[in-house]
């Protein structure tokens, strides 16, 4: 009985540390357009006349 909660502690613990890797890699590769959006929200030139 101790061993299949031990067991399963470990698996809901390998579960869990391969989401924050994909949620890392995910960020990682998302980060170049969320620069590219933060420096566009605040470097936005007002005067800019259509």
Known sequence: ????????RV???IVLA??????????HEAYPVLVELFNM???YDNSVEV
Request: glycine share 0%.
């Open 1 to 8: 009985m101790d061993n299949q909660s031990k067991h399963s």
């Open 11 to 13: 698996k809901e613990r």
């Open 18 to 27: 391969t989401a924050v890797v994909k949620l890392i890699v995910e960020i």
């Open 41 to 43: 929200a605040f470097n």
